[in-house]
């Protein structure tokens, strides 16, 4: 891993969390660091397991990895969006959701060459409602966000922990039981387009008896389903004009037919998918080693790893679109085990975040535009 490796902890983090951080180590392959600084951008991604978000960049006096990284209780769904020049961050910890903002101008540079201050501005919350995807919306400062634990898409409230905007026909109220594992989102245009559910439940837990074959993908609109028999779908995604997504039950990342909803594999994966991000012709995919638990038992990736006479991997996977082809990888070992979400952020190549256990966030201050049009 690079030089770089801050490891502030968050003020809200259990005390044994506290303590001195196990060891974990990331290892490029040849052809990642290159890559990487060939497209521009920024790696960011989170693990809900070690308590951390990550941003990968490039070192620009280096030209090697710079490894960023804060530490967040369960940490999952990490969302941006692109407004006026600037990246805004959205992202769910244990029971409150931030919002991180760019203090930096484009172009802009502090002393230490980070061409990006990400400050979290804002923080919301929620409760433990288990939130995942998360997305900026068309017309609206305010994030749509996945409660899986409640089953229903949901945004902000100004007097409530959140308000559900949609839920799948078969649920039939709102209740804290994760009856379907309803857990990705698809936007089209700003605006909700497909979710992606474990599987068709009304019951608490339920859906852990249908992880094999028992998942789909939704339209939001019609709430018809456009895609069934899926394993443990996750992370749908529109680019361009292809819906992809990927079945974590069988690590497999593909794109889905619409029309037929048929799944076409593009990529076997060497563990369980979750958080897909795209940059020019590459799709980068975060891939976990599976629990030796009862979620992760009985899927047909253990079965498939098992024949092929392989272990997993816990990895950042960069999957060519038009050959399916893992070109890159970054591979991580030690702690860290799983991820949740990926990110790119584009034009942003050397970032760093702001953590709330140091005093730099105390003068960290970027005071808005004073309108002066109204004065005599």
């Not at 998360?134 to 996945?146: E, M, N, T, Y």
């Not at 009304?202 to 074959?213: F, I, K, M, S, T």
Request: charged share 25%; hydrophobic share 35%; aromatic share 10%.
């Amino acid at each position: 891993m690079s030089e770089e490796n801050d490891q502030a902890t968050e003020a809200e983090q259990p005390a044994e969390a506290k303590k001195e951080a196990p060891k974990f180590s990331m290892s490029p392959n040849r052809t990642f660091t290159p890559w990487l600084q060939s497209v521009g951008g920024t790696i960011a991604f989170t693990t809900y397991q070690a308590a951390k978000v990550f941003m990968v960049g490039i070192n620009p006096d280096t030209g090697r990895l710079s490894v960023f990284e804060r530490s967040f209780p369960r940490c999952m769904g990490f969302g941006q969006e692109f407004r006026d020049g600037r990246h805004t961050l959205w992202l769910s910890s244990l029971y409150q959701l931030w919002r991180f903002e760019n203090f930096l101008d484009p172009g802009q540079q502090t002393q230490d060459k980070y061409d990006a201050v990400f400050v979290p501005v804002e923080g919301r919350t929620t409760g433990d409602i288990d939130v995942h995807d998360i997305h900026g919306q068309a017309g609206s400062d305010q994030p749509l966000f996945v409660a899986t634990r409640f089953n229903c898409l949901a945004t902000f409230d100004r007097r409530n922990s959140f308000q559900p905007v949609w839920m799948p026909p078969f649920i039939d109220r709102i209740a804290a039981e994760d009856r379907c594992h309803l857990n990705g989102l698809a936007m089209r245009d700003g605006k909700p387009a497909y979710v992606t559910c474990v599987a068709q439940t009304n019951a608490a837990g339920a859906w852990r008896d249908h992880r094999r074959d028992g998942g789909v993908i939704m339209d939001v609109a019609s709430k018809e389903v456009v895609a069934s028999g899926l394993s443990m779908p996750h992370s749908p995604r529109l680019y361009g004009d292809q819906l992809y997504c990927l079945q974590a039950g069988t690590g497999e990342f593909g794109r889905v037919d619409i029309e037929s909803g048929k799944f076409e594999s593009m990529c076997k994966l060497p563990g369980f998918a979750r958080g897909v991000a795209f940059v020019g012709n590459h799709a980068i995919i975060g891939v976990s080693r599976p629990r030796r638990d009862k979620t992760f038992q009985g899927l047909a990736l253990n079965e498939r790893l098992a024949e092929e006479g392989r272990e997993s991997s816990c990895m950042i996977a960069i999957v060519n679109l038009d050959t399916g082809d893992l070109e890159h990888a970054l591979e991580l070992h030690g702690v860290v085990q799983e991820l949740y979400d990926v990110a790119f952020l584009d034009g942003v190549k050397h970032p760093k975040m702001l953590g709330f256990r140091t005093p730099e966030i105390r003068f960290q201050i970027r005071p808005g535009r004073l309108d002066t049009a109204g004065d005599g």
